[in-house]
């Protein structure tokens, strides 16, 4: 008996295994953004996924690829809850009341860009932000490439010196990776839509992540080409980011599927080519690039990758996600571009 006390007294403490809370989140919207952010949550394997839309054919695509519960209103999925947070799939023109409405039932919010159409809700989504002081974070995704962050944090050690000019020059066959263009959001501006929003406003705010805001800009845009809708499809853009000068131009016709971001710095160049994972540094008196690359991924991995930034930031851990203030910048952004386009005068963003 003696014995055998003392073999449970001094026997060694076996570990403890940490098991990591399982969140539960909601996915409104389920169309192709919001299909590829029920897959990639469910991925990161560290929450529940449920999808709501209005539309019920959407939701027997997700339920049958995913297994997922799904809602066919948001009233109805925040009174059957409780979740933890929500991913805002929606038209540009719904995220901010959407997001106020799950702020206010305690939900951290992850939206999706662009953050709105116009900045008339702002103040009273940034107060909801404060009063309820749940995560709240824009999924601008070149946040998450690594040949983007890792060009970050080289101009951020300063030994090139400041930015002092910046050229972006981007396109794509916009028709191959979204086919239904058409048919979506992107046909209305006052939904999100044109190049200006959907697909100008990622590289305007991974430029003002990487050299500063942008602070005046004039802008040309045009419908070019692309059959069915009347947006525009092509922009150049002339901007200030503080003293650096920038130049944008992109469309969404062309064959290559290619983006280049050149910076010029007081002692020497960066350059980010996306198509081609990578980013380098090229100091004056250097010869040659020296280059940093990324190995392939899949598509999806870029969202997975943010789909645990979002849970990181959910549990107070740091993360790189754009903040809500930075995509108010942007979408100040947006809506200068837009303003510069239709009176042919330069703006000043305030």
């Not at 909801?128 to 709240?136: C, E, G, P, S």
């Not at 930031?313 to 200068?336: C, H, I, R, Y």
């Amino acid at each position: 008996m003696v014995a055998a006390v003392g073999l449970c007294l001094f026997r060694p403490h076996l570990p403890i295994l940490f098991i990591p809370p399982m969140h539960s989140i909601l996915i409104i919207g389920c169309g192709s953004i919001g299909e590829r952010h029920v897959r990639c949550f469910q991925k990161t394997g560290r929450c529940t996924v449920t999808a709501c839309d209005t539309s019920s054919v959407l939701l027997a695509v997700v339920h049958e690829r995913y297994g997922v519960a799904t809602f066919d209103s948001l009233s109805k999925a925040l009174g059957d809850g409780p979740f933890g947070a929500a991913v805002v799939c929606t038209p540009a023109h719904l995220h901010l009341p959407m997001t106020m409405t799950l702020l206010n039932a305690g939900l951290h919010v992850f939206i999706e860009k662009p953050l709105a159409t116009d900045l008339s809700l702002v103040p009273e989504t940034r107060a909801a932000i404060a009063a309820t002081n749940r995560f709240t974070s824009v999924a601008y995704v070149f946040h998450l490439m690594p040949w983007v962050q890792g060009a970050r944090m080289f101009l951020q050690s300063g030994e090139l010196g400041p930015v002092l000019q910046a050229s972006v020059v981007s396109g794509q066959h916009f028709p191959t990776f979204r086919p239904a263009y058409r048919d979506i959001y992107y046909a209305r501006h006052e939904h999100g839509g044109g190049a200006i929003q959907d697909a100008l406003t990622h590289l305007a705010n991974a430029v003002e992540w990487l050299v500063g805001p942008c602070t005046r800009l004039y802008c040309d845009a045009a419908h070019q080409a692309l059959a069915g809708v009347t947006v525009e499809d092509t922009v150049n853009v002339s901007a200030r980011h503080g003293e650096a000068l920038v130049s944008y131009s992109m469309n969404q016709f062309q064959a290559p599927n290619e983006t280049t971001i050149l910076i010029g710095c007081e002692r020497g160049s960066v350059k980010i080519e996306l198509h081609d994972r990578r980013w380098g540094f090229l100091k004056r008196d250097d010869s040659e690039w020296t280059w940093h690359t990324t190995p392939p991924m899949e598509r999806d991995d870029l969202f997975i990758a943010q789909a645990h930034a979002f849970l990181d930031g959910m549990e107070g851990k740091p993360s790189p996600l754009a903040t809500f203030d930075e995509a108010v910048q942007t979408l100040k952004f947006n809506a200068a571009a837009l303003r510069s386009a239709e009176t042919q005068l330069p703006i000043t963003l305030e």
